[in-house]
């Protein structure tokens, strides 16, 4: 059935590329223009201005909710890399019978409304808040809930495409451990799932703003909201540095991620004799 599919045209896939370009820059666009207006004309003191000291008050909850994001976003893409991609790996080598059950159990995220999870996280977090402070980088662990079912489907995409069986057999035989199974052998072919579940886990981190704000925790969205009631360009700035960030970074792991080029040797030619 699949053989018969005709592809669409070279022509095809540009126009189709532009519109969404364009559904993509027109928004980006018009906030740049917002955060270039001065009175009747346009100019970058609004850009300029974030790094006024007299506005230095006003903006330092952006820059506090910057940074707290940019930790958490590490920390949850620890999380994601050190304790959900090994126990994916884990269930597929070990527990496949387990497979369906763990899948549900990793989708189901998706499914609970940011609401419930606060509702069932504010008592979780009390004991945390007592053990471990109350630090924005506490939120990594919520984080990691909400990054689950997205992280699981892109680590498993990439498990499913390779024999991971196989492949940790032949290295055990030859006296590897599993540390080192994970880390040499089936990390490098699990790289482009790897690299999506962490680009997925920083969007998230950078976009996320129901639970921050009703566990109390100050991050770039908490902040924006509420600098945005002293000063409306600034969070709209720093809206259009956090895509950019995102757009560069999936640019990169793209093409980390990507095929690398196999270079075809050349054909030998017989010397011509003198």
């Known amino acids: ?19 969404v370009g364009v559904a993509f820059l027109v928004p980006l666009a018009a906030t740049l223009l917002h955060t270039l207006r001065d009175g009747d004309g346009y100019s970058v003191a609004n850009w300029t201005g974030l790094f006024d000291p007299a506005a230095a008050g006003t903006l330092r909850p952006l820059w506090i909710g910057l940074g707290n994001s940019l930790i958490l976003a590490l920390v949850t893409v620890a999380i994601v890399l050190v304790l959900i991609a090994p126990t994916i790996i884990l269930v597929n080598l070990r527990f496949p019978q387990l497979k369906r059950a763990f899948e549900f159990v990793a989708l189901l995220p998706i499914s ?89 886990s920083v969007a998230v981190v950078l976009g996320e703003f129901t639970i921050a704000s009703l566990l109390n925790r100050q991050v770039l969205q908490t902040a924006m909201v509420l600098v945005s009631k002293q000063d409306v ?18 640019l990169v792991i793209g093409g980390i991620g990507g095929p690398k080029a196999v270079r075809t040797p050349r054909p030998l030619t017989k010397a011509k004799p003198q």
């Open 1 to 19: 059935m699949s053989a018969g599919l005709i592809a669409p045209s070279r022509a095809t896939r540009w126009i189709i590329g532009v519109l």
């Open 112 to 200: 609970i409304p940011a609401i419930v999870l606060v509702v069932g996280l504010a008592p979780i977090y009390l004991q945390v808040s007592r053990t471990l402070g109350t630090g924005a980088w506490t939120l990594a662990f919520a984080y990691g809930i909400t990054v689950l079912p997205f992280a699981y489907r892109a680590i498993q995409a990439s498990v499913d495409a390779i024999d991971i069986r196989t492949l940790s057999e032949a290295a055990r035989s030859l006296g590897s451990g599993w540390i080192t199974v994970v880390l040499r052998v089936l990390a490098p072919n699990l790289r482009q799932g790897l690299l999506a579940a962490s680009l997925i």
């Open 233 to 250: 360009y600034a969070p709209a700035i720093f809206t259009l540095i956090a895509l950019v960030f995102v757009f560069i970074l999936l």
